[in-house]
Nanobody, 124 residues
């Protein structure tokens, strides 16, 4: 089993920045890829950014140019740097990991492990 723990959420004004962290523990050698998802009230969970094979990165259109995903393997930690935040970025952000690198990076059903989420609130 893998445990994921997010941190770094909070409240920020529009235009501000925030960095989320996700520490993985347990059977981390079984992890093939990790990514970030978010879910706003009344909306479906959507992919934000993720790592693919060979360190490639994938971003949702809304995240391109504003968000950056990174990782520190020595610390089993995944990061999401978010800049130029807007009220529409308000959501619960989740860290996710999967054992197999198959299918679309943004398909949340393909991820095996999830964190509890960290709330990000952006005020105008």
């Amino acid at each position: 089993q893998v445990q994921l723990m997010e941190s770094g959420g909070g409240s920020v004004q529009a235009g501000g920045s925030m960095r989320l962290s996700c520490v993985a523990s347990g059977a981390t050698s079984s992890i093939e890829c990790m990514g970030w998802f978010r879910q706003a009230p009344g909306k479906e969970r959507e992919g934000v950014a993720a790592f693919g094979g060979s360190g490639t990165t994938h971003y949702a259109d809304f995240a391109q140019g504003r968000f950056a995903i990174s990782q520190d393997r020595s610390k089993n930690t995944l990061y999401l740097q978010m800049n130029s935040l807007q009220p529409e970025d308000t959501a619960m952000y989740f860290c996710a990991a999967r054992r197999l690198r198959l299918g679309s990076w943004s398909e949340y059903g393909l991820y095996n492990y999830w964190g509890q989420g960290t709330q990000v609130t952006v005020s105008s």
